[in-house]
């Protein structure tokens, strides 16, 4: 009976375990050779993130082509039918002394969709994002440079980057994340 109860235990730590970033610069990624330390997230939304050096829907919704050119691989999401959303969560952080900052490139086809930036904590908590910036709107067809400021935080906690679509055709794209941070805690 003691064994079965640890390995319930230990079943459960890890179908909620979370990998934890030691530096910031871990969330730093390019895309080029994968994900870096951000996890595509499954079952809680509808669409999933890619890695690709170009996409195209039609010939009005297209990233045709990294921030340095065709070559440079980015990582993007499509919408699906109705409303969709797309999560793309960092490892967790353990916490953030002061003020942090994620940089990007964001891409956006058309103006429906958003990108915003959340922070979900715990990590891998099943509720509701707590979003920190929206991006929305028109669009310029075009790589535009985006940042956001990280409030201070005490406890572990992930960055989320969230696309929401209500059309099949739109795609949202990011490239060249920076995470910022002067000091992480040690857990
Ligand atoms: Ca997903």
Request: charged residues 20%; hydrophobic residues 45%; contains cysteine.
């Amino acid at each position: 009976m003691a064994n079965f109860g640890k390995v319930v235990v230990f079943v459960v730590l890890l179908s909620n375990a979370v990998a934890e970033i030691s530096r910031p610069s871990q969330l730093s990624c390019d895309f080029s050779d994968d994900f870096c330390d951000w996890r595509n997230v499954v079952a809680i939304d509808q669409q999933d993130w890619f890695r690709e050096e170009r996409v195209a829907s039609d010939p009005f919704n297209s990233i045709p082509r990294g921030v340095n050119g065709l070559g440079d691989v980015f990582a993007y999401v499509r919408g699906g039918q109705g409303l969709q959303e797309a999560w793309l969560a960092s490892d967790a952080i353990p916490c953030q002394r002061s003020q942090g900052m994620v940089a990007f490139a964001l891409w956006k086809s058309s103006i429906s969709p958003s990108l915003e930036v959340c922070i979900r904590q715990p990590p891998n908590a099943a509720g509701t994002l707590s979003c920190i910036a929206r991006f929305d709107g028109h669009v310029a067809t075009e790589w535009v440079a985006r940042f956001v400021i990280t409030p201070p935080n005490p406890k572990p906690f992930q960055i989320v980057f969230r696309a929401t679509f209500f059309n099949p055709f739109d795609i949202i794209a990011i490239d060249k994340v920076v995470y910022e941070a002067a000091q992480l805690c040690s857990s």
